[in-house]
Each structure stands twice: as structure tokens, then as C-alpha cells.
């Protein structure tokens, strides 16, 4: 079955970019019909959906869309998050996953990513 | 932007009790677009319902969603020790959204 992991660095500091990879296994994100998502989690709380990329198309969250850019290495099997202008606020577990219209059903395991100087 | 609000926050029970977690949307929602998801500490969400009510792969028949429009419901008929976990709903939209969770803890 298809398995997602992330990467990238686990400390960033306030006010540079987040950059995180997600690399898929038993899958190609360019066969079509999913959606390939970015969702983080803040310490002790609830699930955010931070976008996803759709074929070629990106939808983000309205309130992360003016830092958030998602995109696609098909050569790699790779598609990747990056969140600009990061702040202590943007410390999490951050998750990238597979879904489709209605539910995801493969999440990677997570990548804790703190924001700090 | 559809809000979900689960109740309780958290229920505490028992092993063998009944579990019924409420999700409440602040519009209509499609019967299609409406999961449920368990989580541990520690994991990634899994997903134990999608449609509502049908029952992901390898999901415990213990476990039932129902509901249609504004409310919908996650039942865990008797509850196992590994059921102990936090329970999200979420659907699908723009944006795509989550619930604020249910912990399900050992009363």
C-alpha cells in the first residue's frame, strides 16, 4: 500500500521558510485522482489542512494561502510544502498525505518542525 | 468556510461502555464528504469512517457513523482498551476541515 514520508529540517528560524519534502512509495502522484495534501497539527490540539495539490492545481487554506506554496516532482515521486515568513506560531507536527474528494486514507507519520531562534 | 464542532471535548468511560462522539456542521453537508478519523498519541490520524456511515479497511465493526445534514455521530459500541484515542471529523471543502477532536479517556 502507499506510504508517504516526510523530510526536511526540524528547526527553522522566525521570519525564514519552512521547506518540507514528501516522498511516495507504491504510488505516482501523477497517475491522477488524488489529493495530495499538506496538514499540521500544533502541540496538544486539533488537525489543520494546509493545501493540496490536485493533478497539477494547488488549493490552500484561505488563512495560510499568502505563505503557502505546494508542488510536485513527478520525476522524483516527491511533492513538497513551503511556508514562508514562519513564525513561533508555525511550530507543529506537520503531515503530508493522500486523499480523495471525501477522505484521506494515508497519512506519513509526521515531521515535528519548531520555529525558534 | 463549513465550522465543525464536536462534542463532548472529552468523554470518559469505561472498557466495555458505549461511546457516542457528535459532530456538528454549521451547514448542510453532503453525506459524501463527512470522515471520521482516530488518533494516538504519538501517530498519524487513521481513518475509521468515510461517507458518513461506511467503514474504512480493517476497521472494527464496533465502530458506526451515522447522521446526515448538520449532525452526525461516531459510535463505538463497546469500547476496547485500544480504542482510548482522539476522534476527528472532518469534510470536505474549501478549505477542507477538521473538528475540534473528542478524547475518548479511561474513566
Known amino acids: 500500500q502507499v506510504q508517504l514520508q516526510e523530510s526536511g529540517p526540524g528547526l527553522v528560524k522566525p521570519s525564514q521558510s519552512l521547506s518540507l519534502t514528501c516522498t511516495v512509495s507504491?504510488?505516482?502522484?501523477?497517475?491522477?485522482?488524488?489529493?495530495w495534501s499538506w496538514i499540521r497539527q500544533h502541540p496538544g490540539e486539533g488537525l489543520e489542512w494546509i493545501g493540496y495539490i490536485y493533478y497539477s492545481a494547488t488549493y490552500y487554506n484561505p488563512s495560510l494561502k499568502s505563505r503557502v506554496t505546494i508542488s510536485a516532482d513527478t520525476s522524483k515521486n516527491q511533492f513538497s510544502l513551503k511556508l514562508s515568513s514562519v513564525t513561533v506560531a508555525d511550530t507543529a507536527v506537520y503531515y503530508c498525505?493522500?486523499?480523495?474528494?471525501?477522505?484521506?486514507?494515508?497519512w506519513g507519520q509526521g515531521i515535528q518542525v519548531t520555529v525558534s531562534s | 468556510e463549513i465550522v465543525l464542532t464536536q462534542s463532548p471535548g472529552t468523554l470518559s468511560l469505561s472498557p466495555g461502555d458505549r461511546a457516542t462522539l457528535s459532530c456538528r456542521a454549521s451547514?448542510?453537508?453532503?453525506?459524501?464528504?463527512l470522515a471520521w478519523y482516530q488518533q494516538k498519541p504519538g501517530q498519524a490520524p487513521r481513518l475509521l469512517i468515510y461517507?458518513?456511515?461506511t467503514r474504512a479497511t480493517g476497521i472494527p465493526d464496533r465502530f458506526s457513523g451515522s447522521g446526515s445534514g448538520t449532525d452526525f455521530s461516531l459510535t463505538i459500541s463497546r469500547l476496547e482498551p485500544e480504542d482510548f484515542a482522539v476522534y476527528y471529523c472532518?469534510?470536505?471543502?474549501?478549505?477542507?476541515?477538521f473538528g475540534g477532536g473528542t478524547k475518548v479517556e479511561i474513566k
Open positions: 461517507g458518513a456511515s
Open positions: 507504491d504510488d505516482s502522484i501523477s497517475s491522477g485522482g488524488y489529493y
Open positions: 451547514e448542510s453537508v453532503s453525506i459524501n464528504f
Open positions: 498525505a493522500r486523499g480523495t474528494d471525501s477522505f484521506i486514507a494515508y
Open positions: 472532518q469534510t470536505f471543502g474549501s478549505p477542507l476541515t
